[in-house]
């Protein structure tokens, strides 16, 4: 199907296609302004030990859209056997006019402590009680000179090395030494919750994951400049690896 990264009318037709040949459930959590916004659940998901993945909470990000669909139509067949919480798109509004922020200006990603925003509490509905082995966001940074990625201290062993092996086979690896004021190493920040941080600039979905649903949080991030189909395959290799060891994990073989 043609790419049309900003249309989220087109995105979600093809996430309707998606949901029709996978088998997974697509339903409707919030409304924001003349926009529905979706997400899919697999049968396989259960209470503990699921597949997070969300996209384009930033609209100018559209790589990141259009990277989760591309794996979800690429793997079609094999969703309803993973246990997936996926949500396509958390920002229509922005991804339709490519601005990181929604119609009323609010950045949504610094905004997981207000629970009266109908996009934050609808998704906070639909993820409940749940715990997750890992919750991967998509995002893309306009400043990248490579792909880079965050990873929050808590769950040994740390994923973010092997993570960035298996993008360095798409593009490159931001090789800065500090990358949005924090120390960086071969494109990889780990770092810890820091409250006082967070309370002074605003919750991001991350954060918020790490403190109340994921045993991993991981946050990727391509350099918007570059050529979208190279972004596309870095986000895609690096979700399949990420699924890949939760669907091959001890853990989930003895459930």
Not at 17 to 41: C, E, H, I, T
Not at 56 to 77: F, M, N, P, R, Y
Not at 234 to 251: F, K, L, N
């Given at each position: 199907m043609l790419s049309r990264p900003h249309s989220y009318r087109h995105l979600v037709q093809r996430w309707r296609?998606?949901?029709?040949?996978?088998?997974?459930?697509?339903?409707?959590?919030?409304?924001?302004?003349?926009?529905?916004?979706?997400?899919?659940?697999s049968p396989a998901l259960a209470a503990t030990g699921g597949i997070y993945?969300?996209?384009?909470?930033?609209?100018?990000?559209?790589?990141?859209?259009?990277?989760?669909?591309?794996?979800?139509?690429?793997?079609?067949?094999?969703l309803s056997r993973w246990p997936l919480l996926i949500f396509p798109c958390l920002n229509p509004w922005g991804l339709r006019n490519n601005m990181r922020c929604d119609a009323q200006g609010v950045d949504l990603n610094r905004s997981f402590h207000i629970d009266d925003n109908p996009v934050i509490a609808g998704l906070k509905r639909v993820a409940g009680q749940r715990q997750f082995e890992v919750a991967v966001m998509l995002h893309e940074d306009y400043d990248a000179e490579g792909f880079y990625l965050y990873e929050i201290q808590r769950e040994r062993p740390h994923w973010g090395e092997d993570l960035l092996r298996v993008a360095a086979r798409q593009m490159p690896v931001d090789p800065r030494e500090r990358i949005d004021g924090r120390r960086a190493k071969a494109g990889l920040i780990r770092r810890r919750f820091d409250?006082?941080?967070?309370?002074?600039?605003?919750?991001?979905?991350?954060?918020?994951?790490?403190?109340?649903?994921?045993?991993?949080?991981?946050?990727?991030?391509?350099?918007?400049?570059?050529?979208?189909?190279?972004?596309?395959?870095?986000?895609?290799?690096?979700?399949?690896?990420?699924?890949?060891?939760?669907?091959?994990?001890?853990?989930?073989?003895?459930?």
């Open positions: 296609s998606v949901a029709g040949s996978s088998g997974l459930r697509m339903r409707s959590f919030a409304q924001a302004g003349v926009d529905q916004l979706v997400y899919l659940q993945i969300s996209a384009a909470i930033h609209g100018d990000e559209a790589a990141t859209s259009e990277a989760l669909v591309t794996w979800a139509e690429k793997h079609a067949s094999r409250r006082a941080l967070f309370e002074r600039i605003g919750f991001p979905e991350a954060i918020w994951l790490h403190q109340c649903h994921a045993q991993r949080a991981l946050t990727l991030e391509t350099p918007s400049e570059f050529a979208l189909e190279h972004r596309v395959r870095a986000h895609v290799a690096v979700i399949e690896e990420c699924v890949r060891r939760v669907t091959t994990s001890p853990r989930r073989e003895a459930a």
